[in-house]
């Protein structure tokens, strides 16, 4: 077969995989917004179906010949020299995609999988009932069998290299531990600036806001941001998402408390940051596996950039806040701009990652860095993770966990095996503010223009500049092709310090 000819049938495969994967999503999406509730039984044998056929389709045989036949090996995933560029940064994609998928023998893929479903439902009722102890057998195991999978990918330096590899690609834990140390103590001292000074009010947040009124306000902010309806819509689920079923279809989810106004706002704003990353890949990538994310960090950089540095930023608020009192002219009577702007960014050390404000965040994250680091290198044992959770949340945000359903068991991500995901929610706040720094040398005028409600200029900037490429770069190659520097946590200290030093007057 000509090169040309393997190039077409390789894509071609590649595509069925990616109709079929979002043909699943969308009955994923079906599932988590309207499907009644008497349908699960069915729906998980529906998509167990579907995951089968994508699993065997994307490791079949004939993938594995058709890359050799390009020139693609696992020592030169990029294929022979003479192809063009994005042919060949697709040729990496897939080469690193197929070898994950068939170094897995398919009894440990299959064994894991059914110990995810009851390690999952375990930490369900663990949580529930606070009982670390139901648990811990299950995340023994999980841990069990990341190893494992870590073993058959093989990594260069330690285990947890090759998990965080998944997530990050070519990030490595030494390269994470070299930003999130400076960031680490930064933090730890500008929380503890923070915690000497008075908090600011925010009593007027927890009124009552009818959820329709939310909705209302919400939507014009999505549409300001240049979401676009004509290829996605906005639905409520328990847990706000944002999925892709197909080249011309991204679609969010939010959800709204009366009582808490801030929530269902600020994930429609990060919700959208997801869907305008999705939207903006270029035509020619869109539709194979390079029209995807550069990892799940960068992915996060864009939903938090336009969350954080834009929906929580003065400016933002300057613009926003006379059309918020409008819609609720009695909850916000005797609130200013100030006052609205001051407790949308209040900092207050907490117990639950998901609630975290700003600030302490990536606190919440290094916790779990440090604590995965040491359970795959062995200083760590699953039996001695609560307490071991307990000490360093006192170190490093001060305060000390009620109970394990508040510590240690908090998040679902380990019940699902999901190591060396969690280093990717700080790492987009990293990327995020690299990114911001080299958008206000393009743009310094970005104030004036958020202030006015116009946020073209920065999404233009954002698609220009990372969204077009897809997964054409690994994230440390993007990082520096877009702001010239490697990744560093400067830029992102830097934010803090210059933004809570004025809200806070330190
Ligand atoms: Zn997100």
Wanted: net charge negative; proline share 5%; hydrophobic share 40%.
């Amino acid at each position: 077969m000509k090169k040309q000819e393997a190039l077409v049938r390789l894509h071609a495969i590649d595509r069925d995989v990616k109709h079929l994967s979002q043909i699943t999503a969308l009955l994923q999406w079906d599932q988590e917004t309207y499907m009644p509730p008497a349908a699960v039984e069915g729906r998980s044998e529906q998509l167990a179906l579907l995951e089968g056929i994508v699993h065997e389709k994307s490791t079949s045989p004939e993938i594995g010949d058709l890359l050799e036949q390009l020139g693609s090996t696992t020592a030169h995933p990029m294929g022979d020299a003479d192809l063009p560029e994005v042919e060949r940064d697709f040729l990496r994609v897939l080469r690193k995609e197929y070898d994950r998928a068939v170094l897995l023998p398919a009894d440990l893929v299959t064994e894991a999988a059914r110990a995810e479903g009851l390690s999952q439902a375990a930490w369900v009722e663990a949580r529930k009932r606070n009982d670390y102890k139901t648990f811990m057998p299950h995340l023994e195991k999980m841990v069990g069998y990341a190893k494992k999978k870590a073993e058959c990918w093989g990594f260069t330096e330690r285990p947890y290299d090759g998990l965080l590899d998944i997530h990050e690609p070519g990030m490595t834990e030494a390269s994470i531990e070299a930003v999130f140390n400076p960031l680490r103590s930064r933090l730890s001292s500008l929380v503890q600036r923070i915690g000497e000074k008075k908090a600011p009010r925010s009593d007027f947040l927890s009124r009552e806001f009818p959820a329709e009124l939310q909705a209302q306000f919400g939507e014009s902010v999505m549409k300001a941001l240049a979401y676009d309806l004509q290829q996605g819509r906005l639905d409520i689920s328990a847990h706000p998402f944002t999925t892709t079923l197909g080249p011309r279809d991204v679609r969010i989810t939010t959800r709204y408390f009366p009582t808490n106004m801030l929530s269902g706002l600020f994930s429609i704003i990060h919700e959208t940051g997801h869907a305008l990353y999705e939207m903006g890949f270029a035509e020619e990538i869109r539709d194979s596996s390079l029209g995807d994310g550069a990892s799940m960090g960068i992915h996060e950089s864009q939903s938090r950039l336009w969350e954080n540095v834009v929906g929580r930023s003065y400016a933002f608020w300057k613009g926003q806040f006379p059309q918020l009192r409008q819609l609720f002219p009695t909850q916000l009577a005797d609130v200013s701009v100030d006052e609205f702007y001051a407790a949308v960014n209040q900092v207050r050390p907490s117990l639950i990652r998901v609630d975290a404000d700003e600030v302490t965040y990536s606190l919440h994250v290094i916790l779990r860095f440090e604590l995965e680091r040491r359970l795959f290198a062995g200083t760590v044992s699953v039996a001695d993770l609560p307490e071991a959770w307990n000490a360093m949340m006192k170190e490093i945000l001060g305060v000390t966990p009620d109970s394990d359903a508040n510590g240690v068991l908090q998040d679902v991500h380990w019940s699902m095996g999901a190591f060396g995901y969690f280093p990717s929610y700080a790492l987009g706040n990293l990327y995020g503010l690299q990114f911001w720094d080299a958008l206000k040398k393009g743009i310094p005028e970005v104030e004036s223009f958020i202030e006015r409600k116009d946020y073209m200029p920065i999404l233009q900037w954002l698609r220009n500049h990372v969204h077009v490429h897809g997964c054409r770069y690994e994230p440390g190659d993007l990082i520096l092709k877009v702001t010239g520097k490697p990744l560093s946590a400067d830029s992102f200290i830097s934010y803090l310090e210059h933004k809570y030093g004025q809200l806070y007057k330190l």
